[in-house]
């Protein structure tokens, strides 16, 4: 997790006029003869995709009713009141369509997910511009203020030398309605996160914040699944056991294997063989193999993904299988494993010795011909000194016929031997964060 980026001030929007949504509320509303008609009681925009929100009219309280008032009805916004152009204003209940955001009931004083930094803040205030003609929802400024300036209606009333705004686009709302966040879901902007921030928001969300990232990360079910494998173990098998058995194959069927397995024997007991029965065959087998190991184990540990050629493939054909192998994790692909006709390990060469390799050098002359190697029942601990002592990026694991069972990769030894406590730990700012930011 990195820490919240300095502010920096939205862009240039063109006109230069710009208002606080703060500032808007409980403004009057008036007929065009001056009568009072009721007060602004929120702001309405409709989502455009990667483009900014449009304003498209305003929640007015006329009595006890809560009615629309139409963007094209209302004169100019800088004035202290909002005075009606039209003669007519239908007094119909407001309700809100799919693809619109209430400013006032969704986004002000809620929580969203600042992009930047991958964390959730909540918006003190948010900004209105113009552009081109069109006032458009535009900065946040997610800034707490000290309780003393909190005026109007509980939220904003802070002088507006106290505001920095930043783009609007640098954020991803959570507004809890349904229909705008499918209409919302391909622009998610949290899908430029990496799983591992994604699953650390879902750490600090609340169950309907929880349910709105989902929503968003599941329309990319690689990406789904991949959250899935960050998640702690507790917070995964409590989001997957509120699906049905169909939901919850159809994300470990893209998970690794290792993960897989480990969150079918955390399910109950009951649902353990229906989630496994709908797996495809392939990941099916391969689950079936890890969950008869100790998880404490090496066995229990290890990948059954990894690159193993013959020990008379040439350097370039095991390159060549290298980039192939697009589905296996980056980190099982710094080593390829020489095995003989009888699936035995023979040698192991690091992907930087085979790059750096005669191309048509044989793969068993290029190889460490007693490479360092575990059986499945080896302790983790007794793992990770092994890896510590002979600077390993993976282990295979083998059976006592010297079997290729599986590969063990750092990630999974640091993931069971760091305290968990550590894992969610807030990191330092990386040195470049602030070039070129004003400080």
């Known amino acids: 997790m990195t820490a919240t980026p300095a502010a920096t001030p939205v862009p240039e929007t063109g006109s230069g006029q710009t208002l606080r949504l703060s500032a808007l509320l409980g403004r009057p509303i008036t007929a065009r003869d001056g009568e009072s008609i009721g007060r602004l009681s929120d702001v309405i925009v409709r989502l455009r995709g990667e483009d900014y929100p449009l304003v498209t009219g305003f929640v007015a309280t006329v009595g006890s009713r809560q009615v629309f008032v139409p963007m094209e009805q209302v004169g100019s916004l800088d004035s202290d009141e909002l005075k009606l152009t039209s003669a007519r204003l239908s007094l119909r209940r407001f309700e809100r369509r799919d693809g619109e955001v209430l400013l006032r009931d969704d986004v002000l004083g809620h929580r969203l997910i600042d992009v930047d930094s991958a964390r959730l803040v909540r918006a003190a205030d948010v900004q209105l511009a113009r552009r081109d003609g069109e006032w458009v929802l535009h900065g946040v400024d997610t800034r707490r203020r000290p309780r003393r300036v909190l005026g109007l209606l509980g939220l904003g009333g802070h002088d507006q030398d106290q505001a920095v705004f930043r783009d609007w686009k640098k954020f991803e709302p959570l507004i809890g309605h349904t229909g705008s966040a499918v209409l919302r879901g391909p622009f998610a ?17 609340s169950k309907e914040e929880e349910t709105e990232i989902l929503g968003r990360v599941h329309v990319d079910p690689e990406l789904e699944a991949d959250v899935f494998e960050e998640l702690d173990e507790d917070k995964a098998i409590r989001l997957l056991s509120s699906r049905s058995d ?36 392939g990941q099916r087998t391969k689950v079936l193999t890890l969950m008869g190991f100790n998880p404490t184990s090496a066995g229990g540990l290890m990948g059954v993904d990894y690159v193993a050629l013959a020990a008379d493939t040439r350097v370039d054909e095991a390159l060549a299988a290298v980039r192939r192998a697009v589905t ?15 699936g035995c390990l023979t040698g192991v060469a690091r992907l930087v010795t085979l790059v750096q390799s005669d191309s048509s050098a044989r793969l068993g002359d290029v190889s460490d011909t007693d490479p360092v190697r575990v059986g499945p029942d080896t302790d983790v601990v007794d793992v990770a000194v092994l890896m510590t002592d002979y600077n390993l990026i993976t282990i295979p694991v083998v059976d006592d016929s010297c079997h290729l069972l599986g590969l063990i990769t750092v990630d999974d030894v640091l993931e069971v031997t760091l305290p968990g406590d550590w894992k969610r730990r807030e990191v330092a700012d ?3 964060r602030q070039h070129g930011e004003p400080r």
């Not at 902007?189 to 969300?205: F, M, N, V």
């Not at 897989?260 to 229906?274: F, G, S």
Request: avoid cysteine; aromatic fraction near 0%.
């Open 189 to 205: 902007r949290i899908r430029r996160l990496k799983p591992a921030q994604i699953a650390d928001l879902l750490e600090e969300a």
């Open 246 to 281: 169909e939901e919850v194959a159809e994300v470990l069927s893209r998970m690794r294997a290792d993960d897989a397995a480990d969150a079918i024997a955390e399910l109950p007991q009951r649902r353990r063989q229906p989630v496994l029965d709908l797996l495809p065959a």
């Open 328 to 342: 296996l994790q980056p980190e099982a692909l710094t080593s390829v494993h020489a095995t003989d006709e009888h």
């Open 430 to 432: 990386p040195p470049d």
